[in-house]
């Protein structure tokens, strides 16, 4: 069964970069998608991007100028950083993997970005 | 992008009541990739469905998916007083980026 769990500062100040990876147990993230989802506090869920395979990346346009999601295979890790943060990038942020129609999720963390 | 439209907003049932969602897509969604979640308050979505009809690992029989193309349904046959939540629809097809419908809340009348 796999499990995923994200982990990052819980604070970051407005224009810095926002860093967190997903540490991945019970899988392999050499295969499949590997993606990253984040919720502002009381509203909808917004796919950032993916990772498939460690090596070819997508981005949400709305995003892709800041966004970065790269893999480290011997942590069996992956990773995203969102540089020039607002306020309107405080959420929780998910990481996820998809294999064929089947996702299973990470429980989230909060970033909230303030000064 | 492929906007996915969920209606209604809310959804006021009884226990014991069906419970019938909808999300419409703004352009077909290739090969059915419709998946749906529930939410509840302080937890990650859980997989209801995916495929459009393919119920996820542990989720009871009274969830069901149907559709294809931009319309597509989530019934729950009977409401169980833990199924009121927040419901989501998602389509990963071919078209990027992946997107996610605004949610359905399913509340108790």
């Known amino acids: 069964q796999v499990q995923l769990q994200e982990s990052g500062p819980g604070l970051v100040k407005p224009s810095e970069t926002l860093s967190l990876t997903c540490t991945v147990s019970?899988?392999?993230?050499?295969?499949?998608?590997w993606s990253w989802i984040r919720q502002p506090p009381g509203k909808g869920l917004e796919w950032i991007g993916y990772?498939?395979?460690?090596?070819?990346?997508n981005y949400n346009p709305s995003l892709k100028s800041r966004v970065s999601i790269s893999a480290d295979t011997s942590k069996n890790q992956f990773s995203l950083k969102l540089s020039s943060v607002t306020a309107a990038d405080t959420a929780v942020y998910y990481c996820?993997?998809?294999?064929?129609?089947?996702?299973?999720w990470g429980q989230g963390t909060l970033v909230t970005v303030s000064s | 992008e492929i906007v996915l439209t969920q209606s209604p907003g809310t959804l006021s049932l009884s226990a014991g009541e069906r419970a019938t969602l909808s999300c419409r897509a703004s352009?077909?969604?290739?090969?059915?990739?419709v998946a749906w979640y529930q939410q509840k308050p302080g937890q990650a979505p859980r997989l209801l469905i995916y495929?459009?009809?393919s119920r996820a690992t542990g989720i009871p029989d009274r969830f069901s998916g149907s559709g294809s193309g931009t319309d597509f349904t989530l019934t729950i046959s009977r409401l169980e007083p833990e199924d009121f939540a927040v419901y989501y629809c998602?389509?990963?097809?071919?078209?990027?980026?992946?997107?996610f419908g605004q949610g359905t809340k399913v509340e108790i009348k």
């Open positions: 990772i498939y395979y460690t090596v070819s990346t």
């Open positions: 996820a993997r998809r294999i064929g129609g089947v996702w299973n």
């Open positions: 019970g899988g392999s993230i050499s295969s499949y998608y």
């Open positions: 352009q077909s969604v290739s090969s059915g990739y």
């Open positions: 495929g459009a009809s």
């Open positions: 998602q389509q990963y097809g071919t078209s990027l980026p992946w997107t």
